[in-house]
């Protein structure tokens, strides 16, 4: 059986990626946080023995130890880890030269945005790396570009994903002589609840995302090269 863990898979993105990761044959350790949305649940009815919920909030040590210790005691290996998780933050509207910023809000979005996929890579690192597949997947995004940088405003989210940026990279750096592969994916502008209501003006579906998302994972042994691959959901190079 190969294994692979995603964190937020309760709804969007993270769900429709679990499905997919399902229908593929993979054993999914599915990361939930919101307690009152069970759609993951639903799926489970579908997949009784090949999903596995557990409770995942990745800004928090504690959850993400404890999680890692229910997978490991279900398997001592990984094939893929994609972490997903992520919040949008509330200091979207607010201007460097119109408002007083909220610094705490934005350390809480750079703490789960940012750090959440660090915390989770770093407590099942082990476990991936006796698999064969030896793959993590950080769904960053173009907001996290400096070289394409054009937002004035954001700062909590944009910056958090630029750090997860540099931490895929730094891991990279760490585990490519181990056989190890980072993907960085941007799923587009996709109608998701990142910022807790349904966008429905975005391009995307989280159904259409995961699909092509998956088709570049299922191709990752090709983007091998001295840096993580940063793309968009259609295969194509994004700038750091």
């Known amino acids: 059986m190969n294994y692979a863990c995603i964190t937020g898979a309760d709804r969007g993105l993270g769900l429709e ?3 997919q990761l399902l229908r593929a044959g993979y054993a999914v350790f599915a ?25 995942l909030d990745v800004g928090s040590d504690e959850s993400v130890q404890s ?3 229910e997978i490991r005691s279900r398997t001592d290996k990984l094939e893929m880890i994609i972490n997903n998780a992520a919040i949008l933050g509330n200091d979207r509207q607010q201007s ?18 940012g750090l959440g996929s660090l915390r989770v890579t770093n407590a099942l690192i082990e476990p991936l790396l006796h698999g064969n597949g030896k793959l993590i997947v950080n769904i960053s ?8 940088s054009w937002r004035t405003n954001f ?18 750096n760490r585990i490519k002589e181990l056989g190890g592969h980072v ?16 966008n429905t003006s975005a391009d995307l579906t989280p159904e259409y995302s995961a699909e092509k998302l ?14 993580p691959a940063f793309l968009d959901y259609l295969g194509r190079k994004l700038p750091w």
Not at 141 to 148: D, I, L, P, R, T
Not at 157 to 172: G, V
Not at 216 to 227: A, D, L, W
Request: glycine fraction near 8%; charged fraction near 20%; aromatic fraction near 10%.
């Open 17 to 19: 990626l679990t499905r």
């Open 31 to 55: 990361g939930k946080y919101i307690s009152d949305w069970d759609e993951l649940g639903e799926l489970q009815a579908e997949y009784p023995r090949t999903l596995f919920q557990i409770s």
């Open 67 to 69: 999680a890692a210790a």
């Open 96 to 113: 460097i030269l119109d408002d007083e910023l909220d610094i705490d809000d934005m350390l809480r979005t750079f703490n789960v945005t």
């Open 141 to 148: 995004s173009e907001a996290g570009s400096v070289s394409q």
């Open 155 to 172: 700062y909590g989210y944009c910056m958090a994903k630029t750090a997860l940026n540099m931490h895929s990279t730094i891991t990279y």
């Open 183 to 198: 993907l960085n994916l941007h799923p587009g502008w996709m109608q998701g609840r990142l910022g807790g209501k349904l």
């Open 214 to 227: 998956m088709e570049i994972i299922g191709r990752y042994r090709t983007y091998q090269t001295n840096q």
